[in-house]
């Protein structure tokens, strides 16, 4: 069974602070997605990265994926109310998303 | 902007009846997934299909069907709804080649 793991499972931080989300995988991806979900709601894209190493940013949003393409890891800077939900990482390999993994989510709560 | 639209929010079934799921995509897209999502699992595939009348099972295809008769629709059944069926179904539609999935708000449904 291929795994996607995420780290850590739940975050509570105050506005203000930083914080990184971490995606692991003994799998290689041709490339690597991470969704946002809120409550009530389905997941939303919000990047894919594809090279390895390679660095995108969205905002106060940094992600970055693995040299080996294995991990992928999500900062934020400066941590809003608003950034609150549960964010996915998705191991995708091959095209058209019917190789899509994905983690277990992280559960971000940004306190104001 | 693509929009995926599921049938019902949150639903409440018996042991042993029939459930039907629908999900409907108003974006022409060839692709269309089935998932739950369950605490701590993350998103797990149950069915998906790439064109009219075509299916194929995903991870956990188990007590479930699908169906998809028209391009823009793609129903979920379980025959005989289980308490282990207990989950939130989210749909989804991507286009041929792409990797990015499209979500609806996804059904919570609950089977006693």
């Known amino acids: 069974t291929q795994l996607l793991e995420q780290s850590p499972q739940f975050l509570s931080i105050q506005e203000g602070e930083n914080l990184t989300v971490y995606c692991n995988s003994s799998s290689v991806f041709s490339s690597l997605q991470w969704y946002r979900q809120e409550p009530g709601e389905g997941p939303v894209l919000l990047v894919t990265?594809?090279?390895?190493?390679e660095v995108k940013k969205l905002k106060r949003l940094t992600f970055q994926f693995g040299d080996a393409r294995k991990d992928s890891s999500l900062h934020i800077t400066a941590a809003q109310p608003g950034d609150t939900g549960l964010y996915l990482c998705a191991g995708v390999k091959g095209t058209g998303g019917f190789k899509t993994i994905f983690g277990a989510g992280t559960r971000l709560f940004v306190k104001a | 902007d693509v929009k995926v639209t599921q049938s019902s929010r949150y639903l409440v079934k018996r042991t042993g009846e029939k459930v039907f799921l629908e999900c409907v995509q108003d974006m022409d897209h060839e692709n269309m997934f089935w998932y739950r999502q369950d605490p701590g699992l993350g998103l797990r595939l149950i069915y998906f299909s790439y064109d009219v009348k075509m299916k194929e099972k995903g991870d956990i295809p188990e007590g479930y069907s699908v169906s998809r008769e028209k391009k823009e629709r793609f129903s979920l059944i379980l025959e005989s709804a289980s308490t282990n069926q207990t989950s939130m179904y989210l749909c989804?539609?991507?286009?041929?080649?792409?990797?990015?999935?499209?979500f609806g708000p996804g059904t919570r449904l609950t089977v006693l």
């Open positions: 990265v594809v090279t390895g190493g």
């Open positions: 989804a539609s991507s286009l041929p080649g792409r990797d990015e999935q499209f």
